[in-house]
């Protein structure tokens, strides 16, 4: 090889082990320095996000409004003698006692009706609510169950009403013996059965939500009438994700209060209802709710799992000190994180 060659060899070689400090110079002094290559910023956004976005359904894509119609024969009747006698408020005749009677039965089984479209819905206004439309196949089908039930009692209590009211009215007339009061107990207390029966009836009405966009331009109404009723859906909607999330915080509190309290202090008994209600909301909970956002199906879903684990381990919890408060821990963490 030549002596050129080989001064190029070395040249290249000497080039390629120099280490080029790529690092933005300093400025020390007013002088300004000028970069070859400009430097990069890091964009920073101007506003950090809490919560991801939610895609929100308008209510009538996903519910129906429901009104419950009920009328009950109310067994007591104003007692005008003692209410005069007394000189404050009205005295009430109770008629037939206790519960295991037809007319309680009966009155149970129209409670029940209203007790089950009351927990199966979320508020609307005073008298109406609004059904989750995924939920309509198992609601009808449910109530219908209950309003056949419910005439059922009717008119096993009409079939023997004669016997029940008369019954009812010899207890009633020894009460005023025993009290000196023999005109205690009357006839005309007691409706005939045409008109007990009239007394007993359910309707149930089911109604579409209105839309904003659904009103008629002919109706004159004006822009910001719109937007006051779009605000009030949206009300009624933020409404009904609060009721959700307190009917679930409900049996959660009893729990932690129950589960306080030390085992053989008075209060301390653990009966498997206080679980059980937490699974039974939890399931009821994720049939009504109406709301878009994630985090709440997020803590319908953990309540679920929370209570379904701490229904596997009753009587451990029952027995064990250690159970207990490990338990009421986690119920109370979910409970505030609920409550945030």
């Known amino acids: 090889m030549n002596l050129e060659l080989q001064q190029a060899l070395a040249d290249a070689i000497k080039q390629s082990d120099t280490v080029v400090d790529a690092t933005p110079l300093q400025q020390e002094d007013d002088d300004t320095v000028v970069s070859e ?55 009430n005749k109770h008629l037939f006692d206790g519960r295991d009677n037809l007319v309680k039965r009966a009155v149970a089984k129209f409670t029940s009706v209203y007790t089950y479209v009351n927990d199966n819905t979320v508020p609307w206004a005073v008298g ?18 209950l309003v056949d039930d419910a005439y059922t009692a009717v008119d096993t209590l009409c079939a023997n009403w004669d016997t029940v009211w008369r019954n009812d009215l010899a207890r009633i007339h020894q009460i005023g013996m025993a009290k000196g009061n023999p005109n205690l107990a009357k006839e005309s207390d007691y409706p005939d ?31 910001a009438e719109k937007s006051s009723l779009q605000r009030q859906l949206d009300d009624v909607q933020a409404s009904a994700s609060t009721h959700v999330i307190q009917q679930m915080i409900k049996p959660l509190g009893e729990a932690v209060k129950k589960l306080s309290i030390p085992i053989g202090k008075d209060g301390s008994v653990f009966r498997d209802s206080l679980i059980d209600n937490m699974v039974e909301v939890s399931t009821r909970m994720d049939r009504v709710c109406l709301s878009d956002d994630p985090l709440i199906k997020q803590q319908i879903t953990e309540l679920n799992r929370l209570a379904c684990g701490l229904a596997s381990s009753k009587e451990i919890i029952r027995h064990s000190p250690n159970a207990r408060t490990q338990a009421k821990d986690d119920i109370e963490a979910l409970m505030k994180r609920m409550q945030g």
Request: charged letters at 30%; hydrophobic letters at 35%.
């Open 193 to 223: 059965v045409d008109d007990l029966r009239g007394r007993f009836n359910i309707d149930v009405q089911y109604m579409p939500i209105p839309k904003v966009d659904d009103f008629d331009p002919r109706f004159g109404m004006s822009d």
């Open 128 to 145: 109406q609510r609004m059904l989750n439309m995924m939920n309509w196949d198992d609601f009808t089908s449910d109530l219908r169950t």
């Open 37 to 91: 290559e400009p430097e990069l910023e890091e964009e920073l956004p101007t506003e950090q996000p809490v919560r991801q976005m939610v895609n929100v359904k308008p209510l009538n894509e996903k519910a129906i409004l429901v009104t419950l119609k009920r009328g009950m024969y109310r067994p007591y009747i104003s007692d005008v003698n003692a209410t005069e006698e007394y000189g404050a408020g009205t005295v």
